[in-house]
């Protein structure tokens, strides 16, 4: 008797165990379900947060890159101001030397008078000619500058700023070109993308028929000899003389305004003992000025 009480008491303690336990293993896999779950929801809101950070990267970049579009800008009419305000400071202090000397003469006879009546006169025309000098310079410096910054505008697309350099400097705008990207190594004949580059310069050259082209060839200071060239020099007016054919025969440049100059390996803008600075050094130079005559033209006084 006592034993069958005692099996009994096992049995039921196993049996509610059992049942402790199963319900305890649910209780876990609904809640395994519920992490999984959530697990799922973070993993989308993270992939929300990953294409929403991608986008604003993208605007960012699109932002920076018109910041320095118009920094670019912005500098190169600071330096036109700039050279304003000198100009302007000089001829104030001509002016008030011209005051003083006249202020300091108290004692004036009539010979005296007529003498520095004639001097005004004669400071008046200067002053004229000044006036005409500074009018003639800005608006060549305006020209210069618009031209320049659509030469930008158009040489810079699908190319790289090392391929390609515009700047304004005083009166004549240049056009800075890669060897790598006009020609073969060692070689003065240009490439059809080349072709393609100079066909835009050709077309702003056409729509200021005022103006006079003059092709620079430059090359690093490694010597080179072969068949068909023989020195640095040799090679930098070769490669300016196929430039203005290009211009000439292909896209019917008037070959009156346009000039060709091998400079060699003088003038270079890097050092030479880098590779980096022989590249930037090996160029090609379009250097745009006004006629002599058309500068004349703009010293004419305006009626």
């Known amino acids: ?71 670019t800008e912005s500098k190169l009419r600071e330096e036109q101001i700039e050279e304003y ?61 618009a031209l320049a910054i659509n030469l930008k505008g158009v040489l810079t697309q699908g190319l790289s700023d090392a391929d390609v350099n515009v700047k304004v400097d005083k009166t004549v705008v240049y056009v800075d070109l890669s060897d790598k990207m006009l020609f073969r190594s060692g070689s003065s ?35 080179i000899k072969t068949d068909c060239i023989e020195d640095n020099w040799d090679l930098s007016v070769k490669r300016a003389t196929s430039v203005v054919r290009v211009l000439e025969q292909d896209y019917k440049v008037d070959p009156n305004r346009l000039i060709a100059a091998g400079r060699g390996e003088t003038n270079p803008v890097a050092s030479n003992e880098t590779n980096e600075g022989r590249s930037q050094n090996r160029r090609t130079r379009i250097v745009i000025l006004p006629k002599i005559n058309q500068f004349y033209d703009l010293l004419k006084p305006m009626n």
């Open 1 to 71: 008797m006592n034993k069958s009480i005692s099996l009994g008491c096992v049995m039921l303690c196993l049996l509610l165990t059992s049942c402790v336990s199963k319900k305890k293993f649910v209780e876990q896999t609904n809640e395994l379900s519920n992490v999984r779950l959530e697990l799922d929801n973070k993993r989308k809101e993270l992939a929300d947060c990953n294409k929403l950070v991608k986008s604003k990267d993208a605007t960012i970049d699109a932002v920076n890159e018109e910041y320095t579009k118009y920094k």
């Open 85 to 145: 305000k000198l100009q302007i400071a000089d001829l104030k202090k001509q002016r008030d030397q011209q005051m003083t000397q006249v202020g300091d003469l108290t004692i004036l006879t009539k010979s005296a008078n007529d003498n520095i009546g004639k001097t005004i006169d004669q400071m008046k025309e200067k002053d004229q000619y000044i006036n005409l000098l500074q009018a003639a310079k800005s608006k060549a410096d305006s020209l210069n500058l």
């Open 189 to 223: 004949t240009i490439t059809t993308n080349a072709k393609i580059v100079l066909g835009k310069i050709a077309k702003i050259i056409e729509a200021n028929p005022n103006l006079e082209i003059m092709v620079e060839g430059y090359t690093d200071s490694r010597s």
